[in-house]
């Protein structure tokens, strides 16, 4: 039975957090972040219990959903162990728990329209929060260009990025909105003067281009759409910089800053590989902390070993009075660090799975069948969820609630769809090969059929009505894919 409400629920659950403007605050009230993640939380319940359920197994489906229960339910094992302060533990793991919620309101055979509001409420959400990210940094920070360049960045900006390209790249299809968004994107990612955006970027471009490729054969006219796309992307860039002349200079500043440090590395680099350092020596001090991690919420410093390289940097009482508990700047060292062997490894290899295999089927699918009911939808949640791994490179984009919340969505519906097309290939070929008469396909290791007894024909008088209907030998196809492709 179709709820009314389920569209209301869907916008409430991803539109609230698109302006937490107080995420990365640790003073003042946290009641109005409260009063955000209430109603998310609320409505994340609401499409779960209400959404539809597959009618059949998948393999692919149940390890993701095991390796994310798992990271997230075995927090509480090493909570437990290392008793690290509650409310520490609580704030920090509240975005991971979130990733769970969206997944596993997402991971469902969603109607057409259900996926259309989905998609609808996830790309306006992060726009929203673009939007509300650099105006509220410009408006708050009031000062030079190196204080505000922290502040203006969406915690969802190569997520947001990602879609755009997909449409862009992939799908071929321009639009006003999604031009003036990608122009927004490029302006906001030059005045933020951060490479690790820039590199992100690079490879999603690269991403893009590769899924838009269904065969090797076709990779050189994708490449030759995307330089195309590239110069139109660096045309908008060179009109940005115009604009503000003194983004070069800082942008000169920051590529060249290896060379004020004694050790010719570049000082940010230097203190996320002391920060990474003195995680990985915490949690490999103990078998325990090594097998079940440090715990989400445990506080980490900067590793003396790096003190030397920064030198005339910072000084010494200000480098050891470092310390912090939020989910660090390395995504895939901190998940290592806070849920050790047993619990830490889990979510990143379901991510990498996930891409991985999903973009692998995405390209074969568009080959064979590109009119393949929610193919699209598959393309744009394999883009979004890129996203996450492209923005660990410049920090854990499972830090901040929002991004937590957007990329679980992404993945609830990168492997729902995948579910779905998976059986519509398998029913597309069964049918193919019935017609050509040829035997169904089994399974290694099924055993083969037994023949059917071979029974003598009996020929029997057969009344004909003049009334009887036709024989339907040439049914519609198309039957058979919708019932894998519609909740």
């Avoid at 639009?175 to 990608?182: D, E, F, G, R």
């Avoid at 398998?426 to 059929?449: F, H, V």
Wanted: charge should be positive.
């Amino acid at each position: 039975m179709r709820n009314k409400y389920t569209t209301l629920w869907i916008w409430l659950l991803l539109c609230p957090l698109a302006v937490d403007y107080k995420a990365g605050l640790d003073d003042d009230s946290h009641a109005m972040q409260i009063i955000m993640t209430l109603p998310v939380l609320f409505a994340g319940l609401i499409l779960w219990l209400i959404a539809p359920s597959f009618s059949r197994r998948s393999r692919f489906r149940s390890i993701i959903t095991a390796a994310i229960v798992t990271t997230v339910i075995g927090s509480v094992v090493a909570q437990l162990m290392q008793d690290n302060d509650f409310g520490n533990y609580m704030r920090t793991v509240l975005p991971f728990g979130l990733f769970l919620l969206g997944y596993l309101a997402a991971c469902r055979p969603w109607q057409g329209d259900r996926l259309e509001q989905f998609e609808k409420a996830l790309f306006w959400s992060m726009v929203l929060s673009l939007v509300f990210s650099f105006v509220y940094g410009i408006a708050t920070s009031g000062g030079p260009l190196d204080d505000v360049r922290y502040r203006i960045i969406s915690v969802t900006f190569l997520g947001l990025q990602g879609v755009i390209l997909h449409q862009f790249v992939v799908s071929k299809r321009i639009t006003k909105v999604t031009l003036a968004v990608l122009l927004g994107t490029i302006l906001i990612e030059l005045l933020s003067v951060t490479r690790s955006l820039l590199v992100g970027s690079v490879l999603l471009f690269i991403f893009a281009t590769w899924l838009s490729a269904p065969s090797a054969r076709h990779l050189a006219k994708a490449g030759m759409r995307a330089v195309v796309t590239g110069l139109l992307i660096i045309a908008m860039a060179a009109g940005a910089v115009s604009f503000f002349p003194d983004v070069a200079d800082h942008w000169t500043q920051r590529i060249f800053a290896s060379k004020e440090t004694t050790s010719g590395m570049d000082p940010t680099t230097i203190t996320r590989l002391a920060e990474m350092k003195d995680q990985y020596d915490q949690v490999t001090s103990t078998p325990s902390s090594l097998i079940a991690g440090m715990g989400y919420g445990a506080v980490y410093h900067y590793s003396p070993d790096y003190l030397p390289d920064l030198a005339g940097q910072i000084s010494k009482k200000d480098f050891y009075a470092i310390h912090d508990f939020a989910a660090g700047h390395n995504f895939w060292v901190y998940q290592f660090f806070a849920g050790g062997l047993l619990f830490g490894l889990w979510m990143p290899l379901a991510i990498l799975l996930a891409l991985g295999l999903g973009g692998i089927a995405y390209r074969v699918w568009r080959r064979r069948a590109p009119d393949l009911l929610y193919l699209p939808v598959m393309g744009r949640s394999l883009m979004l969820l890129a996203g996450l791994p492209a923005m660990s490179i410049g920090g854990n984009p499972l830090g901040p609630r929002y991004s937590g919340l957007v990329f679980g969505v992404a993945l609830g519906l990168l492997v729902a769809t995948y579910t779905r097309l998976s059986y519509a290939m398998q029913e597309r070929e069964a049918l193919r090969r019935a017609q050509q008469g040829l035997p169904k396909k089994r399974r290694p290791g099924t055993p083969a059929p037994s023949p059917a007894p071979a029974v003598t024909p009996v020929a029997m008088p057969t009344p004909v009505s003049a009334h009887a209907p036709a024989l339907n030998e040439g049914r519609d196809p198309t039957d058979t894919l919708s019932r894998f492709t519609s909740a």
